[in-house]
């Protein structure tokens, strides 16, 4: 059956069996994923999938289904699940199925060009990317240690019965390539990066010659002595700590007592330096959209504005919890996922002075450009974390040695709090998580 017949056939069925509203959202992904080692295809993907979820109101409980099939069987079965799934819901909080808002921004976050590149032309950046790398000229570099191109395009269609008709689509393309140097005993890893919607700003040059001075430049990287340092936390590194505690700041976190957040809307929790955006209409935004996942229109909004907390992230249930109106944040991982709440471009708005600036200003200090193992060393309840990281020292301040096999331990709260300046350099890296480099003033590190 066709989709938007099926759907206008599934609303109908539901409302006359007794369900009181309805909603339908439907997703559409295809993607494309290939790799390569030797100068040759290793791996290669291509996927498409479409499916269809129903959420409904039954007797005042919310009710869920999904499906990937659109024939008439299928919506008997999403309404009877619909049905089933509310009559076992014992949370007594108030949900909602949206009517809609006035009007809703232009977001374009679709490059119809991208769609029209080929795979052969895909494949031929993949080899060529592989190819500059291993022909830089310096025979320290011994080989790729993974070469990935991939590309994907969705779309995202809501329809309720109270009328509301919403549609979005997005494309993106990703490159990567990591590289392994040699020299004696020593080995290390580089690596360069590109996300465009345009494919020819992709360049395999750009990206091989990334992988290969970070390789390099790492291959005496050793540890500094344990002690404190001033710090700045890089634009490469910051995105993945934000990510990891953007929970706190999310209002459904926070009424489930999981977030230091809770009822601090209007305190100074950061320093006056600090502004935290949540921007789902940043063009070019990974996450830019012009509604979410409920059919909310989407807004700007600082979190944080000059040290302050203005606001949590809210979707209709939290908000309605809290007494306010939704921010907009209401989220869904794919269409048979329930409704959560996550933030949209999440960014640290940048300040007026670059990295080579601040580590002038700074004069002795480390750069972190990464840190791993969050999962198991950083806890988004309390704050607390104990990370293995990377980066190079500071001295008489311009960039020093390379550094790594140390551990850098704080507190998220209290970082935001001693942050002594956030730099210019904005970068979204590898997702919709972005920051400036920043000076986070002195944390404990232990080295040798």
């Given at each position: 059956m066709?989709k938007n017949?099926?759907?206008?056939?599934l609303l109908?069925a539901a409302?006359?069996d007794?369900?009181?509203a309805a909603?339908?959202y439907?997703s559409?992904?295809?993607?494309?994923?290939?790799?390569?080692?030797?100068?040759?295809?290793t791996?290669?993907?291509v996927s498409s999938?479409?499916?269809l979820?129903?959420?409904?109101?039954?007797?005042?409980?919310?009710?869920?289904?999904?499906t990937e099939a659109?024939?008439?069987d299928?919506i008997?079965?999403l309404?009877?699940?619909?049905?089933?799934?509310?009559?076992?819901?014992?949370?007594?909080a108030?949900?909602?199925i949206y009517?809609?808002?006035?009007s809703?921004?232009?977001?374009d976050?679709?490059?119809?060009s991208?769609?029209e590149v080929?795979?052969?032309?895909?494949?031929?950046?993949l080899?060529e990317?592989?190819?500059c790398?291993?022909?830089?000229?310096?025979?320290?570099?011994?080989q790729v240690?993974r070469?990935?191109i991939s590309?994907?395009?969705s779309?995202v269609?809501i329809?309720?019965?109270?009328g509301?008709?919403?549609?979005s689509?997005?494309?993106?393309?990703v490159?990567?390539?990591s590289?392994?140097?040699?020299?004696g005993e020593r080995?290390?890893?580089?690596m360069?990066?590109a996300?465009?919607?345009?494919f020819?700003?992709i360049?395999?040059k750009k990206?091989?010659d990334e992988?290969?001075?970070?390789?390099l430049?790492?291959l005496n990287a050793?540890?500094?002595?344990?002690g404190?340092y001033r710090?700045?936390?890089d634009?490469?590194?910051?995105?993945d700590?934000?990510?990891t505690?953007s929970d706190i700041?999310?209002?459904d976190q926070?009424?489930?007592?999981m977030?230091?957040?809770?009822g601090?809307?209007?305190?100074?929790?950061?320093?006056?330096?600090?502004?935290?955006?949540?921007d789902p209409?940043?063009?070019?935004?990974?996450a830019?959209s012009?509604?979410?996942a409920e059919?909310?229109?989407?807004?700007?909004?600082a979190?944080i504005?000059?040290g302050?907390?203005?606001?949590?992230l809210?979707?209709?249930k939290?908000?309605?919890?809290a007494g306010?109106r939704?921010t907009?944040n209401?989220s869904?991982y794919?269409y048979?996922?329930?409704?959560?709440?996550?933030?949209s471009?999440?960014?640290?708005?940048?300040?007026?002075?670059?990295?080579e600036e601040?580590?002038?200003s700074?004069?002795?200090?480390?750069?972190?450009t990464e840190m791993?193992?969050?999962?198991a060393?950083a806890?988004?309840?309390?704050?607390?974390f104990s990370?293995?990281?990377k980066g190079?020292?500071?001295?008489?301040g311009?960039?020093g040695?390379?550094?790594?096999?140390?551990t850098v331990?704080?507190?998220f709260y209290?970082m935001l709090?001693?942050?002594r300046e956030?730099?210019?350099?904005?970068?979204?890296?590898?997702?919709?998580?972005?920051?400036p480099?920043?000076?986070?003033?002195?944390?404990?590190?232990a080295?040798k």
């Amino acid at each position: 059956m066709e989709k938007n017949v099926f759907i206008e056939k599934l609303l109908k069925a539901a409302l006359e069996d007794g369900i009181e509203a309805a909603e339908v959202y439907t997703s559409d992904h295809d993607s494309f994923r290939a790799m390569s080692t030797t100068g040759e295809i290793t791996d290669y993907a291509v996927s498409s999938r479409s499916g269809l979820s129903l959420r409904g109101l039954y007797h005042g409980k919310m009710g869920y289904a999904s499906t990937e099939a659109y024939d008439d069987d299928a919506i008997a079965m999403l309404i009877r699940a619909v049905i089933e799934s509310a009559e076992l819901v014992e949370d007594d909080a108030v949900q909602e199925i949206y009517h809609g808002d006035e009007s809703y921004p232009q977001v374009d976050n679709y490059a119809p060009s991208l769609d029209e590149v080929t795979e052969e032309q895909k494949l031929k950046l993949l080899l060529e990317t592989e190819k500059c790398a291993m022909n830089s000229g310096d025979p320290r570099i011994k080989q790729v240690q993974r070469n990935m191109i991939s590309t994907s395009s969705s779309a995202v269609h809501i329809v309720n019965s109270y009328g509301l008709d919403l549609s979005s689509r997005d494309n993106m393309a990703v490159a990567y390539i990591s590289v392994i140097a040699r020299d004696g005993e020593r080995v290390s890893t580089g690596m360069g990066l590109a996300c465009d919607r345009d494919f020819s700003k992709i360049s395999p040059k750009k990206m091989a010659d990334e992988a290969v001075e970070e390789a390099l430049f790492n291959l005496n990287a050793a540890p500094v002595p344990s002690g404190t340092y001033r710090l700045i936390i890089d634009k490469h590194c910051m995105p993945d700590l934000l990510a990891t505690f953007s929970d706190i700041f999310s209002a459904d976190q926070a009424q489930q007592g999981m977030s230091l957040l809770a009822g601090r809307e209007g305190e100074t929790i950061a320093a006056e330096c600090v502004t935290l955006m949540d921007d789902p209409h940043l063009k070019g935004g990974e996450a830019s959209s012009p509604f979410d996942a409920e059919g909310v229109a989407t807004q700007v909004k600082a979190v944080i504005e000059n040290g302050r907390l203005t606001t949590l992230l809210h979707n209709l249930k939290t908000a309605r919890k809290a007494g306010v109106r939704s921010t907009g944040n209401a989220s869904k991982y794919g269409y048979a996922s329930p409704i959560t709440v996550e933030p949209s471009n999440f960014y640290f708005k940048p300040g007026k002075r670059t990295l080579e600036e601040m580590m002038a200003s700074i004069g002795e200090g480390l750069v972190i450009t990464e840190m791993s193992g969050m999962h198991a060393g950083a806890n988004p309840v309390s704050g607390d974390f104990s990370l293995l990281s990377k980066g190079y020292t500071i001295e008489n301040g311009r960039k020093g040695r390379a550094v790594e096999q140390i551990t850098v331990a704080g507190n998220f709260y209290t970082m935001l709090k001693n942050i002594r300046e956030v730099g210019s350099d904005l970068e979204f890296f590898r997702s919709s998580y972005g920051s400036p480099s920043v000076d986070v003033g002195e944390m404990t590190v232990a080295g040798k």
